[in-house]
């Protein structure tokens, strides 16, 4: 499981990235120690950065790898645990929504995301691996809501929106 995140907080011209990175387990882990691992580092995540919004990638399946729902399944709940613990608001999105939102593409690839993200980050260069980019793109999107919502400026208190992809 590699489970990538982005943080984003609000600044005069748009957002500006605080951190990004990848939370990354071994094939060769069982699960619970994977779990661990992903726990240990959305909690790091957390405290560095103290955000308002955890935003997370909504849960899909296709048929022909539900192993692979199920492990997210299983990332997701410890994801919404942690942030339930330090009383931090989630807010999942679909990953078509935030492709739509990010490219104009629901059906984007990505290296269209990865495109995207540089340019609407104003990054020097392409965010990788591609889980950031996701991460990213997820964050850009949450917080343009909750921006949007709030008129211009975030909710008071709120730092960030760091996400976590998986």
Same mark, same amino acid.
């Given at each position: 499981m590699a489970t990538g995140?982005?943080?984003l907080a609000s600044a005069r011209a748009g957002f500006a990235v605080l951190g990004s990175g990848v939370i990354?387990?071994?094939?060769?882990q069982p699960l619970e120690a994977r779990l661990g691992e992903i726990h240990d580092g959305v909690l790091k995540v957390i405290d560095a950065y103290e955000p308002g919004l955890l935003v997370v990638e909504d849960l899909y399946a296709e048929y022909r790898f539900p192993r692979t729902a199920l492990?997210? !399944?299983? $990332?997701?709940g410890v994801i919404y645990l942690v942030a339930h613990r330090r009383d931090v608001p989630v807010?999942?999105? !679909?990953? $078509?929504?935030v492709k739509r939102a990010v490219t104009g593409n629901g059906a984007a690839a990505k290296e269209q995301m990865q495109h995207s993200m540089q340019r609407l980050l104003a990054l020097p260069e392409?965010?990788?691996p591609s889980h950031v980019a996701d991460a990213l793109a997820l964050a850009f999107t949450g917080l343009s809501r909750s921006r949007t919502r709030a008129g211009v400026a975030p909710p008071p208190g709120h730092r960030g929106a760091p996400t976590v992809r998986l």
């Open positions: 995140f982005g943080v990354a387990t071994r094939a060769d492990q997210m !399944a299983h $990332a997701r807010l999942a999105l !679909a990953p $078509a929504e392409l965010p990788r």
